[in-house]
């Protein structure tokens, strides 16, 4: 199904875990993205790889990391979870950097108390 | 960085009626423009793009309008059905993509 898989699906943690959400595609796509989805603010971008240990901050990336060790595994880390990180993350991938739409994977919702 | 503006937040539109979402964008750079739909509990999925060198595309019931100079771009839905019933996102890059707030989309039967 579209070739992009999240995992978990959901999670709930508590402040201060660490916590690392998976993104796995078969596309064989050269970037991957991670969003985070609130209500009233959209979908905005924590951190993008443009390569296999190439990443870049985006947005909002205080508090995340991210590793890419591999072109189908591009995982996000809250190295210490705090409670204004509870959203729902998504994972997106691109054949382009620009001019090419994203696919997205289901998401997961995590939620910090 | 770019920054992306939409409106309305919220749209409710008879069955049949047309439905329009507009957006603005910051930087005069970005050259594509995506629309996503998201249905409740699902993952935003892409239903229509256009890119800089384009005034206008359609898709069936569903079309985008550009205006450069201007710096916004809209989504027109015609003869709405209630199953377009939704949270709508526009987007713009140059690079990385930018998102709009959304617009929840009500159609009323």
């Known amino acids: 199904d579209a070739g992009i898989t999240q995992s978990p699906r959901h999670k709930v943690t508590e402040t201060g875990t660490p916590v690392t959400l998976r993104c796995h595609q078969t596309e064989n796509h050269r970037y991957m993205y991670w969003y985070r989805q609130d209500p009233g603010h959209g979908l905005r971008l924590i951190h993008y790889s443009y390569g296999v240990k190439d990443t870049d901050k985006g947005e909002v990336s205080d508090g995340y990391s991210v590793s890419r060790s591999k072109t189908e595994d591009f995982l996000l880390t809250l190295e210490s979870a705090t409670s204004s990180q509870t959203s729902v993350y998504f994972c997106a991938i691109s054949d382009e950097r620009a001019g090419d739409g994203y696919t997205f994977g289901s998401g997961t919702r995590l939620t910090v108390v | 960085g770019e920054n992306v503006e939409q409106h309305p937040s919220t749209l409710s539109v008879q069955e049949g009626d047309s439905a329009v979402i507009k957006c603005t964008y910051s930087d005069s750079a970005s050259n594509y423009f995506p629309w996503y739909k998201q249905e409740l509990g699902k993952r935003p999925q892409l239903i229509i793009d256009i890119r800089s060198n384009v005034g206008e595309k359609k898709d069936q019931r569903i079309a985008v309008t550009l205006n450069k100079t201007a710096k916004h771009f809209s989504l027109h839905i015609t003869e709405t059905q209630p199953e377009d019933s939704a949270v709508y996102f526009c987007?713009?890059?140059?690079?990385?993509?930018?998102f709009g707030a959304g617009t929840r989309l009500t159609v009323k039967p």
């Open positions: 987007a713009a890059s140059i690079r990385e993509m930018r």
